[in-house]
């Protein structure tokens, strides 16, 4: 009787396991960033993951035309519009986070290592960091539709 008690709590954690284990492409579709500046869609691309700008809450400049990507240390990419620029790269998905990728900072125009983690299927954990991932930053984004 003990050992089917034992199976059966043993069934019961590997179903439950198996149900909240995340499939790598739970994180496609449009995020609204921490602070809420903008919106950037996850796409998968050749089975990595990439973000783009879509939206933004203050998309123009203070001259009235799109803001461009002014803080880029590359000057020939300054006159860039960040509506549609790409902020995540190369992302892969291993066991529960999007990993080996970088995020892009366009206000103050550095590439960060990041990991991304699905709290659940409308929050996201963004964390940019340089070196160890111990030493960054995490914002939450939320999921819009």
Known sequence: MKFLTLLAVIFFLLSTIQLSA????DILGTWMTGEGKGKVKIEKINNKYFGKIVW???PNGP??????DKNN?????R????MGYTVLKNFVFDEDEWEDGTIYDPDNGKNYSCVMTLVDKNTLH???YIGISLIGR????KRTN
């Open 138 to 141: 995490t914002q939450t984004w």
């Open 79 to 82: 006159s860039t519009t960040l």
């Open 63 to 68: 001259d009235g035309l799109p803001k461009k």
């Open 22 to 25: 995340q499939n790598a492409d």
């Open 126 to 128: 963004v964390r940019g």
């Open 56 to 58: 933004l809450r203050d």
């Open 73 to 77: 240390p590359d000057p020939s990419k």
